[in-house]
């Protein structure tokens, strides 16, 4: 949404910066990369370091703040400001960890299981989307249709239900755990009710953490 008011493309890749890389190399000859991140909150600015870089981000993050004191404001005014104008964002990371042998099949098991017998309703919201990145297949739950998806297959399923929250699930390829990432958003009318809406979002990830993560 911010990146199309602004005029610039945004794209969406597998977990990992290997992806984000081999984007960047693929549309380089017509494209400029400007950013990038995944959600263990690495970052990549510029393509100088096509991988996740610590060093150029909190560079960034300073000129950004820099930035903001010369105007007499400030990153989180600034910030306030730019949910009251396109909504406010906010995500969370469910860990379980499952130990051993029984832990791993325990995993599948679960994966398994939202294949096969996926929610239809996530903290009072109908599920409208279903992408299983294992099949390479988008289906809709409103009109049965079914899309291939741009991707390299993965065991990653994600559920979008009516109001816009995206809930993605995956076994961790390096720790005995299944994670569930939630990103979830809703209207802000002013920059002063931020905290509140922030209150009512964390609510709802630990809705779905009560009935999904199980």
């Not at 199309?4 to 990369?33: M, P, S, W």
């Not at 919201?125 to 297959?153: A, H, W």
Request: hydrophobic share 35%.
């Amino acid at each position: 949404q911010r990146a199309e008011h602004f005029g610039v493309g945004c794209y969406n890749t597998l977990t990992g910066f290997k992806y984000i890389a081999e984007l960047i190399r693929d549309q380089e000859n017509d494209k400029q990369f400007i950013a990038a991140g995944e959600e263990s909150y690495g970052y990549m600015v510029g393509d100088f370091v096509r991988d996740k870089d610590a060093v150029s981000a909190c560079a960034f993050f300073a000129a950004m703040a820099a930035a903001a004191k010369a105007e007499g404001s400030s990153l989180y005014e600034w910030l306030t400001k730019m949910y009251a104008q396109f909504e406010l964002y906010q995500e969370g990371l469910i860990n379980l960890v499952k130990k051993g042998a029984e832990g791993e099949q325990q995993i599948k098991a679960m994966m398994e299981r939202f294949r096969e017998n996926p929610p239809y309703i996530i903290a009072g919201q109908k599920v409208i989307r279903i992408r299983d990145y294992k099949t390479g297949i988008e289906r809709s739950l409103l009109n049965g249709r079914q899309t291939t998806l741009p991707f390299p297959k993965s065991d990653v399923l994600q559920f979008f239900t009516w109001d816009g929250t995206k809930i993605s699930v995956r076994p961790s390829g390096t720790e005995p755990k299944i994670k569930f990432y939630v990103s979830t958003h809703t209207p802000l009318d002013e920059a002063k009710h931020y905290e509140a809406g922030c209150q009512h979002l964390s609510e709802q990830i630990s809705r779905i953490e009560n009935e999904i993560a199980r």
